[in-house]
């Protein structure tokens, strides 16, 4: 009897918390707390100055950093995002993608129009002072950082995720572009 008087008080308040729970995840939405994203203000190829605002509009955005003078990833990256663009056909067109500069010594927006005209032209180079690509670096907490090669020259260490956000600039997911483009094409229709 003295046991049956607990179970009742219980069973209400597990259902009590569960109905809060719903109609918080209703009324707040998913839970955003990943801290990827964030403001940034940078220059284009065109020598425009773009803010994170470029991300708050229809469709979805991919957001990769790297540099001009990469030799493999980096290059190898924006060909895998302008296939993903011929897979998507019209659809493209509700995405976007920015290519963040991680050396913004060498990499002018003059450079950064020459470098990406091979690839898809709806790709966006950005660039700025140092300090503006690390705070833009840092809001995605990305890394990156000088390597010194023979000579006075260098490369770059860098965080090498295609970040995916939404039309309100929020993070997704790490976007996987090692498949067919195909099937990345697929999987990012759900977001334009």
Known sequence: MR?????LPLV???????????????????PQGSGIGGPFTLTNQAGQK???????????TLV???FTHCPDVCPTTLYEVTQLYQAL????????????????????????????????????GLTGSPEQTAAALKAYRGYARKVPLEGNNYT????ALV?????????????????????????LQNYL
Do not use: C, W
């Not at 046991?3 to 179970?7: A, I, K």
């Not at 770059?156 to 965080?159: A, C, E, K, L």
């Not at 956000?165 to 498949?179: A, Q, T, V």
């Open 3 to 7: 046991s049956s008087r607990l179970v």
């Open 12 to 30: 209400l308040f597990v259902f009590s918390a569960l109905a809060l729970g719903l109609v918080l995840f209703v009324v707040l939405g998913r």
């Open 89 to 124: 056909g019209p659809k493209g067109d509700r995405l976007r993608t920015l290519f963040i500069t991680v050396d913004p010594e060498r990499d002018t927006p003059e450079l950064l129009r020459d470098y990406i005209s091979s690839f898809d032209p709806r790709i966006v």
């Open 163 to 187: 970040y995916l956000m939404d039309s309100k600039g929020r993070f997704i997911e790490s976007f996987n572009l090692k498949r067919p483009p195909e099937q990345a094409a697929k999987e």
């Open 50 to 60: 773009v803010t994170e605002r470029v991300l708050e509009s229809p469709g979805a």
């Open 156 to 159: 770059m260490d860098h965080t």
């Open 64 to 66: 990769f950093f790297g």
